[in-house]
């Protein structure tokens, strides 16, 4: 299950260690609510190699500033605190598997 990313908790999720990856997300968001579902997935699949989690963009203004979101659906990638590489919109699962693949190998 993705871990739910806020304001709040963002700096114990770091002090893991793993690489991170965050969907900036919206309820109101309709491409939001067709990736929910592969967000989830692929937090099951990568469980314990990479931190997969949500944002609530509405609900945490300082994430939402820090990382410059314009746009929802947002996924970021990061790796020792760094943003590696991020996707804007919907995509498929693959993209994001991708993604994720070459996070771990980066």
């Known amino acids: 299950m993705e871990k739910i990313i806020t304001d709040a908790n963002i700096a114990e999720i770091e002090a893991a260690g793993l690489p991170i990856v965050i969907d900036f997300s919206a309820t109101w968001c309709g491409p939001c609510k067709k990736i929910a579902p592969i967000i989830e997935e692929l937090a099951e699949e990568y469980e314990g ?18 990382f410059g979101i314009r746009s929802v659906p947002s996924v970021f990638f990061l790796k020792n605190g760094q943003i ?12 994001f598997v991708e993604k994720i693949e070459a996070l771990l190998n980066a």
């Open 84 to 95: 590696v590489d991020k996707s804007v919109g919907a995509a498929p699962k693959q993209t």
């Open 49 to 66: 190699r990479v931190i997969i989690g949500k944002c609530d963009v509405d609900d945490n203004v300082e994430l939402t500033s820090r």
